[in-house]
């Protein structure tokens, strides 16, 4: 089979098609057919696949980490964690390191910064966190805890539609929830439906009826009244772009979701619940922040205030939560931002953890941040993360923040260092 056809079939309808596509490309690799890729010194604990929303099947994400060069990578789906166990098998297909966990929205109950803007653009009160490290037999817990929160967020997707419908009616085209958002979705298989899946099927639709270019332009500047900066109508009159879709999708999520948006009531868990639920299966929890946006790196956020001028009380409060780490992304952030959370964070003895919210297919899997002195210590923790998983999946009282660990060794910087051994062994 040629390489471009195994290379496809990495997104094949099923984890078995798509791990046995992967399992001949590697075999192109070990017989010396392929050159094997120059590895890096990067790490990425945040990559999307298809179980929310990305380009990338599970299979196809551990790949094309691989293809980066990259010795670790972590997925974190929204909301669901159903393809963490094809993502531990193309690991191990592909001779690479894997962490797995999840990302969810919760809802700040209890915090005095409640109706303050957390992480989150589209909503006050809701806050973006993570599960990092679920060891491999509490998968399913994590999963099972979700599902519920998962039908509820196709409620309010299904109302959200109904009001795109209502905005795009000068288009010519209606979105339908069941026939053309769920099919893009892996939902049946434990998946869940994002404001990306919603906005992708728009994009599709929109492109399919109007075309690429100037009328599909005018149509978002004139009917839809969104403000679209030049870097971003250059790309849409480019109609050769590669990855159009996805600038269009782009354009869309950076203006047009609080136009449809309904805000979330039952599909996310209280902050506690979460913190509670993330303990009890041996995990890490941590808060993702993202610090005041400027010019957004993605192109999917406008200039926006967040959690910066609150923050230095916030991560105290986050501690007393229960959370145990904060997220962040070097690359998004500007250098006062990144130094100031890593301060804060080493101030309330939090771990730190790094990712770079790799969701489409013009992102790079690779931070070149990590290069940088003041950001080697994230590959360390990447590594020690890796190690609590395997430590925790043998036995969860030896995990990271455990009871029994924290008592042998109650040093932050010592755990790291213990588990960082770990995670690099053979």
């Not at 791990?19 to 590697?26: P, W």
């Not at 839809?224 to 159009?244: F, G, P, R, T, W």
């Not at 932050?412 to 995670?423: M, N, P, T």
């Amino acid at each position: 089979m040629e390489l471009e056809t195994l290379i496809k079939n990495l997104n094949a309808k099923t984890a078995q098609q798509r791990l046995e596509a992967l399992s001949q490309i590697m075999e192109l690799y070990k017989n010396g057919t392929l050159p094997y890729p120059k590895t890096v010194e990067s790490v990425n604990n945040h990559i999307h696949t298809t179980y929310s929303f990305s380009p990338y099947s599970p299979t196809k994400a551990v790949y094309m980490a691989f293809c980066a060069g990259l010795k670790t990578a972590g997925i974190m789906d929204h909301d669901s964690i159903a393809g963490a166990k094809e993502f531990i098998k193309a690991g191990e297909i592909a001779g690479i390191s894997t962490t797995v966990g999840l990302e969810v929205r919760v809802k700040m109950n209890g915090s005095k910064f409640f109706d303050r803007r957390y992480n989150n653009p589209d909503q006050p009160s809701v806050a973006y966190v993570a599960c990092h490290g679920v060891p491999h037999q509490n998968i399913d817990k994590m999963q099972e805890f979700m599902t519920p929160y998962r039908a509820k967020r196709n409620e309010r997707d299904k109302k959200e539609v109904e009001k795109i419908n209502e905005l795009i009616v000068d288009s010519g085209v209606t979105l339908d929830f069941e026939k053309d958002v769920l099919p893009i979705s892996e939902y049946q298989n434990g998946g869940s439906v994002t404001e990306r899946h919603i906005l992708y099927a728009l994009s599709l639709k929109l492109i399919d009826k109007l075309g690429k270019g100037a009328p599909l332009v005018e149509f978002l500047q004139n009917k839809l009244n969104i403000s679209l900066s030049q870097k971003v109508i250059d790309n849409l009159l480019n109609i050769e772009k590669e990855y159009y879709e996805y600038t269009l999708l782009g354009a869309l999520k950076s203006d047009l979701v609080p136009k449809f948006y309904i805000n979330s009531e039952y599909d996310c868990p209280d902050v506690r619940d979460f913190v509670k639920a993330v303990a009890d299966v041996g995990a890490i929890s941590a808060y993702a922040y993202l610090g005041d946006v400027g010019e957004s790196v993605t192109g999917d956020k406008k200039a926006q205030k967040f959690e910066d001028e609150f923050i230095d009380e916030l991560v105290p409060e986050l501690k007393k939560f229960g959370f145990a780490a904060i997220t962040f992304m070097p690359t998004r952030n500007t250098e006062f931002q990144a130094q100031k959370i890593m301060r804060l964070a080493k101030q309330n003895d939090l771990f730190q953890i790094c990712g770079e919210d790799v969701n489409s297919p013009s992102q790079s899997f690779v931070c070149a941040a990590l290069e940088k002195p003041e950001f080697r210590h994230l590959i360390s923790a990447a590594w020690a993360l890796i190690g609590h998983e395997k430590a925790a999946t043998k036995n969860i009282e030896d995990a990271f923040f455990s009871p029994k660990t924290v008592q042998r060794m109650p040093s932050l910087s010592e755990r790291i260092a213990y588990f960082e051994k770990i995670g690099k062994a053979l």
